[in-house]
């Protein structure tokens, strides 16, 4: 299971800084429709990018309230969001939220499900702390879209194997739509967002997440430190030649409690 000290949350917050993750949380603000005085729950809410956008839309008159499981994460969402009174950030789980029932208009839920063993369990208590009407947006990434262009195929099939089986749901847009009908979701609808990165930059998406795939694979023992080391240089030297390619699709749902 992954778990963000301060370095990994630091590396998150980094690649979550890259165009490709900017326009994903764009799209994610455009489709929840935020209005001034409403209050919102970022579920998961790391570095706090997206608690921060949200806030400035709801206004002083709204609510924004992020959870997060890791400490190190919190500590660079209060820094994000300091200056912002209607930001409060609080250390819990997906999967017990504490909230009270119908009191948020709308939530989000980026780059967390896959984590989290008990999906349905996290589902449930999203739709209970939602009023009914009140909109959801979950972003989830299929790990098993990821392509890239590597000179060695042995090991990028041992690393990504190893990282599919490494978070408890690598797949879990294919099954998203049923799980929110089956938890009092409607009016789903769902859109892709290529993250497609095209050259190498070390505080890329791409990189980063290449080099934690790697030292999961490592840490799992499936690859040793000079394999991880040899499938990471082989990239950053396509990103040299002018050959580098990288592409995984992440799923963006929007659906409202009945
Ligand atoms: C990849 S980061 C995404 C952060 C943020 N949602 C974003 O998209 O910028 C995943 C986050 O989920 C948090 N997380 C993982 N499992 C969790 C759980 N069971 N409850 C609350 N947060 C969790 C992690 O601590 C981490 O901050």
């Known amino acids: 299971m992954i ?28 489709v929840l429709a935020l209005r001034a005085g409403e209050h919102v729950l970022d ?17 002083t008159s709204g609510r924004v309230a992020g959870i997060d499981k890791s400490e190190a994460m919190l500590k660079l969402a209060r820094q994000r969001c300091a200056h912002l009174s209607q930001v409060e950030l609080s250390q819990g789980e997906a999967e017990n939220l504490c909230a009270d029932d119908q009191s948020f208009h709308a939530l989000a839920c980026t780059q967390v499900l ?6 349905r369990q996290a589902l449930s208590e999203m739709r209970r702390v939602l009023k009914p009407g009140g909109r959801i947006a979950v972003v989830e990434t299929d ?42 979701f409607t009016a789903i609808r769902v859109e892709a967002i290529p993250v497609l990165d095209t050259s190498y930059s070390p505080d890329g998406f791409s990189a980063g997440m290449a080099k934690a795939i790697a030292t999961s694979a490592q840490e799992r023992g499936l690859v040793s430190e000079a394999q991880a080391r040899t499938w990471l240089d082989d990239l950053e030297r396509l990103g040299r030649d002018g050959a580098y390619f990288f592409c995984v699709n992440r799923f963006l749902f929007l659906a409202v409690r009945a």
């Open 143 to 184: 790990w098993r879209s990821a392509v890239l262009n590597s000179n060695e195929e042995a090991l990028t099939r041992k690393i990504t194997q190893g990282w599919d089986d490494a978070v408890p749901s690598p797949n879990l847009p294919v099954q998203l739509g049923p799980l929110l009908r089956e938890h009092d």
């Open 3 to 30: 778990e963000y000290d301060d370095k990994a949350a630091r590396a998150t917050e980094r690649s979550y800084l890259s165009p490709e993750i900017v326009r994903q949380r764009l799209r994610t603000l455009a």
């Open 43 to 59: 579920v998961g809410c790391g570095p706090g990018l997206l608690a921060h956008d949200m806030a400035l839309q709801v206004g």
């Open 114 to 119: 896959l984590y989290i063993p008990d999906v």
